[in-house]
């Protein structure tokens, strides 16, 4: 390596420009093609890397099966190659997974994606993002995978697991707080979040994964670039992930108009943007629109893709592709620099180890499963709760005589985990291992998917405490509450013959509690995840006949789901008097649902995208469904509508005041309270609605503008003041750009899109105002807390004046 530390791109004391430039003119070919690649797992030997270095590498670490320390010093080995062993002494950039934790052996679980948009509450997972980030740049790892910008209003789609739901504006307020947490959790050594998947990418056709999107240019913009831009401008957004398909037949791969004219011309985006594993290859062999794999690589760079994330190491053929002719060398230098851009700028080269002896033996200590079940607690959610008898069948008493908890993942670990958890990951990799070996041995079978199995995952090779719902349950009921367990079924078999058990057990029960649901997997492995599309979204297997088989017993229970995709239950609702959702709800699921299940936690979870009647109506997103949504043979509409929750307790809304009218540049500004009516302390999640009346483009019929999760004592209020900016409804105009028309705007408050509680009205005022790129996407939300007593002596006058201030 050189050893000049007076050469200039050493020197951390000069502009970042100025550094890549000089380390740019002393690279050859091969040393910058070798910046741009991006070797996955199992292929990057820590020991062995090969004289180039790589610019970058992804789940090394976690490839290793190796606990903190040793990860560590693993990292360390690796780096050291690239720092001391190169000719240049280019540190490598290190990346992992980190969607619902950091993706390495002995870190928490957290709930997945889905799960913390169900918590409404961004702070909360921009807190988690914090734990996360810290554990990875102690390991040394300085770019994550995560988190997904997607806006999924299609339940078919497999990946809706990882996503915030389907509303642009949770999704980008959910996505925003987790790259703000994640990148500024050690000042000392930021990181690199990389926001995915640019752009269109759940859009796809049928729902099914990596398939062709065929949107407009106005739905582009104002659905599905929203959350990518408040992650962008707000969050700070350092890395991009493109997607795999197409958007009106544009690989977005290779495609300059979206990763050049939209990423960085109109979202703002100057970071770095990787491709998705082999997405690349796949211009060539899946879209077609490149020759072979040299013309693949020329098209993506020429676009603006800056690292090639692959199961193979693509330098060689980059260098062929310039020496061919193919690639320009300026084209080259151009995601070269990016790359070494991003490593001046977060101090890899004048930080590139880590001490080991700092780091904590395990990354699931007492701090990290409090903050995981506190997620799990909130992103629970209460579908429905009849009453029986005189009361609510919800929440249960901790000393009723026997209980029966029953079905495929009351006691199963990876029954709560999401895909993207090391403990699934790993599952799956063994599962394809054997697929890749059908002939293994039995002993060899055990090996390869034994330990860590869908249905043997008790086996499993791993520090992290797993609680499930049945241990949960286990852990609250009263001393003197005997618990039965049958398992009914399982996930996806067809079997039938241990679901009269279960039933002989549930009668037999004071009260059943019937815990079904998804698997989490990839590719053919589990039934929702990447790759694991669904046709109709109902249960799998013959967990509806277990159901019916419960309910049938005449005994009270309650459902519980444990799933990754908003499943079409309209059976369901219909017959069960209780049902809790718990998205995978990560390690803490079962003590999560078990304190709801018996009134420790009062549930203040909502949905973070639509129960449908039928798949056949998707995708159908609330704001289209408030418009009519008749069918033929039925309605198409919502079972349980975004945004739906309910509570212990009752909340009522009242005194709306409403600036009537707000000029096309300016705020829009309303006040309303919210009481605690009930006996109980809770939370609840206020939501604010908008729909602009007449407009030069249709609108939508209803979209979500401000939301805030309060907590009330009971008999307690807030006084809720809103600040919108009028930005936030800006149509997208092919001429003129963003444009905020003058015009009636209807409002709705209420606890969700189907519930509202007040409506009024604003007149935006003025001219039509044009925007321009920095937008405000974001609203404010202020609660003042007051008595009961306060309450009734406020007057209209200090409601309107709340309004000003």
């Known amino acids: 390596m050189s050893t000049d530390h007076a050469l200039p ?90 969607l619902l934790g950091f993706k390495v052996r002995d870190a928490v679980v957290f709930p997945d994606a889905i799960a913390q948009a169900a918590t409404w509450q961004p702070e909360l997972i921009e807190e988690m993002a914090s734990t996360i980030g810290r554990q990875m740049t102690s390991l040394g790892v300085r770019q994550a995978l995560s988190p997904l910008g997607d806006t999924a209003r299609d339940p078919r789609w497999g990946r809706v697991e990882e996503t915030y739901g389907e509303d642009p504006y949770l999704v980008g307020e959910m996505a925003t707080a987790f790259v703000r947490g994640l990148q500024d959790a050690d000042p000392d050594k930021p990181v690199i979040a990389t926001l995915k998947h640019f752009i269109g990418y759940s859009a796809s056709e049928g729902g099914r994964n990596t398939e062709a999107a065929q949107l407009g240019e106005r739905e582009l913009r104002e659905v599905h670039s929203v959350p990518f831009e408040m992650a962008i401008r707000t969050g700070g957004a350092r890395g991009i992930m493109p997607s795999y398909n197409t958007v009106d037949g544009l690989p977005v791969t290779g495609s300059a108009e979206l990763l050049q004219d939209l990423l960085r011309g109109e979202l703002g985006f100057d970071g770095i943007v990787m491709s998705d594993l082999n997405a690349i290859a796949q211009l060539a062999t899946k879209h077609g629109v490149a020759a072979d794999q040299r013309h693949a690589l020329a098209l993506a760079l020429r676009a603006g893709l800056n690292q090639d994330l692959d199961n193979r190491v693509s330098t060689a053929e980059i260098v062929d592709a310039v020496t061919d002719g193919v690639l320009a060398e300026t ?83 990876m029954g709560q985990l999401g895909n993207y958890s090391y403990q699934v990951l790993d599952s799956v990799t063994r599962q394809f291992a054997h697929a890749a070996n059908p002939q293994a041995t039995a002993d060899e079978l055990a090996e390869i998917v034994g330990r860590m199995g869908p249905d043997d995952a008790r086996l499993m090779v791993s520090s992290v405490p797993i609680v499930t719902f049945l241990d949960g349950i286990r852990q609250r009921v009263s001393p003197d509450t005997e618990v039965a367990y049958a398992q009914g079924c399982t996930i996806a078999g067809e079997d039938t013959r241990n679901i009269d058990a279960a039933a002989a057990a549930a009668a037999s029960a004071d009260v059943a509690i019937v815990v079904v649901g998804d698997q989490a997997g990839i590719n053919g492995f589990g039934t929702v ?277």
């Open 9 to 98: 791109y050493r020197n951390p004391a000069l502009p970042v420009e100025d550094r890549v430039s000089d380390l740019l003119s002393r690279m050859t070919t091969v040393e910058k093609a070798a910046q741009l690649a991006s070797p996955f797992g199992a292929v990057v030997d820590v020991h062995n890397p090969p004289e180039t270095g790589w610019g970058t590498a992804v789940a090394a670490l976690s490839s290793l099966d190796a606990r903190p320390r040793e990860a560590a010093k693993a990292a360390n080995e690796l780096q050291r190659k690239h720092v001391e062993e190169t000719r240049l002494g280019i540190p490598i950039l290190l990346g992992e997974e980190a």
């Open 331 to 413: 084209d080259l230098d151009n995601a070269v620099s990016t790359v070494l851009r991003a490593k001046f700028a977060i101090g890899l080269f004048e930080n590139p180890y880590v001490d080991v002896a700092s780091v904590p033996e395990t990354f699931d200590g007492d701090t990290e499963r409090a903050l995981a079940r506190r997620i799990a607690e909130r992103s629970t959610i209460l579908l429905k709760n009849d009453t029986i008898g005189e009361k609510p069948l919800l929440p249960l008493d901790p000393g009723v005589g026997r209980v029966a908890v029953i079905g495929p993942n009351a006691d199963r670990l």
């Open 529 to 805: 995840g990447e790759g694991l599309d669904s046709t109709d979204c109902e249960l799998p297997g013959v967990q509806r006949e277990l159901i019916e088989a419960v309910l049938a017993t005449g005994t009270p229970t309650v459902v519980v789901l444990s799933h990754g995709r908003p499943f079409v239950l309209g059976w369901l609702s219909e017959q069960a008097p209780a049902i809790v959702s718990s998205f995978f709800g990560g390690e803490e699921a079962g003590n999560a649902v078990a304190g709801v299940l018996f009134g420790d936690v009062n549930p203040a979870g909502r949905l973070p995208m639509s129960m449908l009647k039928s798949a056949g109506s998707a995708p159908s997103p609330y704001g289209r469904a408030v418009q009519g949504r008749a069918y033929v043979n039925g309605d198409g509409g919502f079972v349980f509508p975004f945004g739906h929750g309910l509570s212990y307790t009752r909340f009522e809304y009242r005194d709306l005041v409403v600036d009537t009218e707000a000029t096309t540049d300016g705020t829009i500004r309303l006040a309303f309270t919210v009481v605690n009516v009930g006996d109980r302390d809770g939370d609840e999640v206020v939501q604010i609605y908008g729909h602009d009346v007449v407009a030069r483009t249709a609108r939508r019929g209803r979209t979500l503008l401000a939301f805030q999760r309060i907590s009330l004592a009971a008999g307690a209020g807030a006084r809720v003041s809103v600040a919108i900016p009028a930005s936030m409804l800006a149509l997208w105009d092919r001429r003129e750009g963003w444009v905020v028309e003058p015009g009636v705007i209807e409002l709705f408050v209420g606890a969700s899109s189907a519930s509202i509680r007040l409506s009024d009205e604003v007149t935006l005022t003025g001219q039509h105002h044009l925007t321009g790129a920095a937008r405000d996407l974001f609203s404010r939300v202020t609660t003042a807390q007051v008595t009961e007593d306060e309450l009734s002596a406020v007057s209209p006058s200090l409601l309107t004046a709340q309004l000003v201030n």
